[in-house]
């Protein structure tokens, strides 16, 4: 088991910065943790992945060069730096953990351990 509760959420203006907070609790370590987002009226989509073990990170084409995940293993907290964030990006991020990791980390039905969400809320 496994328990994620995101921070550092607001609201920030385009071409603005956000950096968001997952900390991990929990006896088990999953092998990845994942930063989802989703707007209003549409699904769940993978933002970028950090593999625990190795941190070695995968992101999504449309935050690429933008946004940053990262981790502090001595304080089990991954984080998401956004940079020249967009009004589309708008809605509530979620991390999520998983023990298998792989090509299709950006499927949300492929997750079971979720944090509460915190919302992002970019202003044109």
């Known amino acids: 088991q496994v328990q994620l509760v995101e921070s550092g959420g607001g609201s920030v203006q385009a071409g603005g910065s956000l950096g968001l907070s997952c900390a991990r609790s929990?006896?088990?370590?999953?092998?990845?943790i994942v930063w989802f987002r989703q707007a209003p009226g549409k699904e769940r989509e993978g933002v970028a992945v950090i593999d625990i073990g190795g941190s070695s990170t995968t992101y999504a084409d449309s935050v690429k060069g933008r946004f940053t995940i990262s981790q502090d293993n001595g304080r089990n907290t991954v984080y998401l730096q956004m940079n020249s964030l967009k009004p589309e990006e708008t809605g509530m991020y979620y991390c999520?953990?998983?023990?298998?990791?792989?090509?299709?980390?950006?499927?949300?039905?492929?997750?079971?351990?979720w944090g509460q969400g915190t919302q992002v809320t970019v202003s044109s």
């Open positions: 929990g006896y088990y370590r999953p092998n990845c």
């Open positions: 999520a953990a998983s023990w298998v990791c792989g090509g299709r980390w950006y499927i949300a039905s492929g997750f079971k351990y």
